[in-house]
């Protein structure tokens, strides 16, 4: 099977206008964070737009830290992914695994039996990993050994180690880590500047990372030691808006996620977030076809109209009072609504209830199988075509995210369906079309 997640959970997300938070917001660190509207005003494709743009900022993405800490007689060490949605290491110079280190080398694919091999195509040694990328949320943690490492290779000429991941940095998800904001040019790189990621980094907090946790949750991630980060001075009324808007509430305090990685986590879900906790109750393609017939007066028929399009007929259940008050969405399913009005992003495996912690959150777009010629474009920085593969196709949806917009006919009263008495779990119905325009 090509995905990690056995029953995923699907996730929607709203846009995210962030033109209300334009100017001074608040300091951290003793750095004053300061709002950059987006060109023409328009909203961010949704909240994990906003947050980190789907990328990294350059000099703290994965191949900044390869390049950053191969050996000096390496001219080149690189990071990418396959045709076939693998991760593999392309390098000047013959290397192979340290021992050790199988957390992280699993994240990232590899098994550690893998060897580096010539490949002329590529005029590099090339490490493929066995097995695909762990998805979610990507966190790169040290041993507990001397010294402690990320992630150790061996120099095959030399046999001198290296660490070729050092700092234990934390992620959206592997592509994100991958993703250099600014430098992909495809549709979605279009907030390098305009994310908050990037308004700290300019404000001087240069480390700080924004993730959307799978429970719909907010985190700020910083090195332990970087403990100002923990709390913000200054806030001015559009900066505790955005706080608010994010799912932050002011009671929150700093964990140690990690021997050098700490963490601050909203108490609250972000408003524009629904992460359901479970499986879709149905997720269905729906095409709409656009063609008006007429019967002339000798029988004949002539016809006019419009290609068909296609869309989506969508059934969540999520949670009422009935689970308890840390699992109840009522009220949070209440303040949703008015950030689903008109572009909504499903993510199909935003979470995994048999491994906590190792959502799908997968942000590339999903594609089409049969509309791609060849292989190079199946899986690339971009997009995806996991939906759409044999492995997949008896599971639940996985695979990348689809942009969408409400269809005109969808329901605008009575869209919950409560489960009775005890308000167990509420069903919404909603109908979608694909979204061309994003």
């Known amino acids: 099977m090509t995905h990690i997640i056995k ?44 947050l980190n743009g789907y990328g990294t900022k350059s000099g703290k993405d994965l191949n900044s830290d390869f390049a950053s800490n191969k ?29 050790g280190f199988e957390d992280n080398r699993a994240k990232l694919g590899f098994t ?25 949320v990507f966190e790169i943690t040290k041993n507990t050994g001397t010294p402690r490492l990320g992630l150790a290779f061996v120099n095959t000429a030399t046999s001198g180690v290296f660490d ?9 998800n592997l592509p994100t880590f991958l993703r250099v904001r600014g430098s992909v040019g495809d549709a979605d790189d279009v907030y390098s500047g305009k994310c ?40 001015t009324t559009k900066g505790e808006s955005l706080l608010l808007r994010l799912g932050f509430d002011g009671t929150e ?13 909203a108490t609250n879900r972000a408003p524009c977030v629904l992460p359901t906790g479970r499986g879709y109750v149905e997720l269905r393609r729906e095409v709409l076809s656009r063609d008006d017939h007429s019967i002339m007066a000798d029988g004949s028929v002539i016809s006019a109209g419009l290609s068909p399009i296609k869309g989506w007929a969508v059934v969540l259940r999520v949670f009422g009072p009935a689970h308890g008050y840390s699992k109840d969405q009522e009220k949070h399913l209440r303040n949703w609504w008015q950030h689903a009005r008109r572009g909504l992003t499903i993510y199909p495996s935003f979470g995994d209830p048999d491994n906590a912690g190792d959502g799908g959150n997968d942000t590339r777009r ?47 009263e009575r869209r919950e369906a409560y489960s009775g008495a005890l308000d167990i779990h509420q069903d919404i119905r909603l109908r979608l079309l694909d979204d061309p325009s994003r």
Not at 17 to 35: I, K, M, Q, W
Not at 112 to 136: I, L
Not at 253 to 265: E, I, K
Not at 380 to 409: F, I, M, Y
């Open 7 to 50: 029953k995923p959970q699907l996730a929607i997300l709203g846009e995210f206008d962030g033109t209300a938070y334009t100017g001074t917001l608040y300091d951290r660190n003793s750095n004053t964070v300061t709002g950059v509207a987006m060109t023409d005003n328009a909203p961010h494709f949704d909240l994990i737009a906003f």
């Open 112 to 136: 550690g039996s893998e060897s580096a091999t010539y490949s002329s195509d590529a005029s590099a040694y090339r490490m493929t990993a066995t097995n695909t990328f762990k998805r979610g």
């Open 366 to 412: 999903h594609v089409d199988l049969i509309g791609l010629y060849g292989t190079t474009a199946r899986h690339n920085l971009s997009q995806t075509v996991e939906a759409d593969e044999s492995p997949t196709h008896h599971g639940k949806r996985v695979g990348g995210r689809l942009l969408l917009r409400r269809h005109p006919a969808d329901q605008q």
């Open 253 to 265: 305090t700093q964990v140690t996620t990690s021997g050098n990685h700490a963490q601050l986590r």
């Open 164 to 172: 070729a991941l050092p700092n234990e940095r934390r992620a959206q």
């Open 196 to 235: 908050l990621e990037d308004w700290e980094s300019t404000a001087g907090n240069t480390d700080a990372t924004f993730v959307l946790e799978e429970d719909g949750r907010v985190s700020v991630n910083y090195p332990s030691n970087d403990t100002d980060h923990a709390v913000l001075a200054n806030i």
């Open 71 to 99: 050996p000096s007689t390496f001219t080149s060490f690189v990071g990418a992914i396959n045709e076939s949605g693998h991760f593999y290491i392309d390098s000047s110079h013959a290397f192979s695994f340290h021992s």
